[in-house]
Each structure stands twice: as C-alpha cells, then as structure tokens.
C-alpha cells in the first residue's frame, strides 16, 4: 500500500514591521468580521500581492 506524506509548503517565520496605525485598525476590524487572525489575514494579503508588484525598468 502506498503511503501519502502531507507536508506544509513552507516553514512559517517571524518577523516585525512597522505600519501605520490605521492598517492594524482595518485588520483588527477585518478579523473581527471574519473570525480569522489579523495575523492570518495579513498572511493572505501578503501572498495576493507578491504576485501583483511590478518592477519599473529604470529610465
């Protein structure tokens, strides 16, 4: 019989940012209404953008 390894994708890290009070205020507000984390939520954003930020060429 095979076997089925279910692994995570990648390791979950820590790190700190900064942000203006009213990002927080707007996910506190957001986890609140979704019963998710801020923490979750902030995650999610993060892997949306990474796929939307171009670079533009230097003129």
Request: hydrophobic share 35%; glycine share 2%.
């Amino acid at each position: 019989m095979e076997t089925l390894k279910i692994s995570k994708k990648t390791e979950p890290v820590m790190f700190t940012i900064r942000v203006d009070k009213s990002i927080v205020d707007f996910y506190d507000d957001l986890a609140k209404k979704t019963n998710r984390s801020r923490n979750e939520l902030i995650g999610l954003a993060l892997d949306f953008a990474k796929d939307k930020i171009q670079i533009d060429p230097e003129e």
